[in-house]
């Protein structure tokens, strides 16, 4: 019996994980602002924080572009498509 | 947010003598533990590239696998410096001439808060062991009160000689205003 698996499936495990990347973010930058001391060295590392996870998951969109996220594998040729031998090149 | 002139409950005439966060060796080891977490997988690709990982990226299932747990990996470990800056950040102790601010971040939504007035405090004792603590002088200020437990720990602060000098400092010259103002509002006895 062969098991299809449609590749966007992947994403469900990844998109939760974003979310809650987002949400714990928020929920520290909340006891930031909340919380913290008002100086421009609280919120330069804000700036620099929300910088670069921006520009993090604009890589990570840019980098779905580069598959299909639409088709389906079998379970059984998934794993007969790779080498058993980690560390040897594939011939 | 804290302002630095307007705490929160001000005194009258309060004024704040210092703000002290832990000392900077712990950013500088989040750094550090960071840039191992991104090091050590980069090493290991570096070395397996050719020979495992490249022809793993072309599979159609397990390429985009790899790209899926590779980001994920990245950002993770990103959310993990923030956090762990957040939780340094956080922890803040705070010296007027009126009261000490003990401000303690103990998770994400676990805070304490304490306050004690400058006039209870009856010893300030500081402590530096360790070999960096001794190189970067960084240390722990203990401030106890007139009860049998300790109050108000400061930990891994910097210059902690210098602190306790300032709290004692500070706590000679509230005690020397207060007998000054307790003086002039004694009334003249009655000579009779």
Redesign the interface.
């Known amino acids: 019996m062969n098991i299809s698996?449609p590749?966007f499936i992947?994403?469900v495990p990844?998109a939760l994980?974003?979310l809650f990347?987002i949400f714990?973010?928020l929920?520290?930058l909340y006891?930031?602002?909340?919380?913290?001391?008002?100086?421009y060295k609280?919120f330069l590392?804000i700036v620099v924080?929300m910088g670069?996870?921006i520009f993090?998951f604009g890589?990570?969109l840019y980098?779905f572009q580069?598959?299909?996220?639409l088709?389906s594998?079998d379970l059984s040729s998934?794993f007969s498509?790779?080498?058993t031998h980690?560390?040897?090149?594939?011939l | 947010?804290?302002?630095?002139d307007h705490l929160p409950h001000t005194q009258n005439g309060e004024k704040t003598i210092f703000?002290l966060h832990r000392h900077w060796h712990v950013v500088l080891q989040i750094f550090l533990a960071i840039l191992l977490l991104y090091l050590i997988p980069a090493i290991i690709l570096f070395f397996?590239w050719?020979?495992?990982i490249a022809?793993?990226t072309s599979?159609?299932?397990?390429?985009?696998?790899l790209?899926?747990v590779a980001?994920?990996y990245?950002?993770?470990v990103?959310?993990l410096a923030?956090?762990e800056?957040?939780d340094y950040?956080?922890d803040?102790w705070i010296v007027t001439n009126k009261r000490i601010l003990n401000?303690e971040?103990l998770g994400?939504f676990h805070?304490t808060a304490s306050e004690l007035p400058l006039n209870v405090v009856q010893d300030v004792t500081s402590e530096v062991k360790g070999i960096l603590p001794t190189l970067f002088d960084f240390g722990t200020v203990y401030i106890q009160t007139a009860g049998e437990t300790r109050r108000f720990v400061f930990k891994e602060v910097p210059h902690p000689e210098k602190v306790k000098e300032q709290i004692i400092a500070t706590l000679e010259q509230e005690r020397v205003r207060v007998n000054a103002s307790a003086k002039s509002t004694v009334p003249e006895p009655l000579h009779l």
């Open positions: 698996i590749l992947l994403l990844f994980f974003l990347y714990y973010s929920f520290n006891h930031l602002l909340r919380y913290g001391i008002s100086e609280m590392v924080y670069i996870s993090l890589s990570v980098g580069q598959f299909d996220w088709v594998f998934i498509n790779t080498s980690l560390f040897e090149p594939i | 947010m804290i302002h630095p703000f397996f050719s020979s495992t022809p793993l599979h159609p299932f397990l390429g985009p696998l790209f899926l980001s994920a990245i950002c993770g990103w959310l923030f956090v800056f957040v950040y956080l803040v401000i971040q994400l805070r």
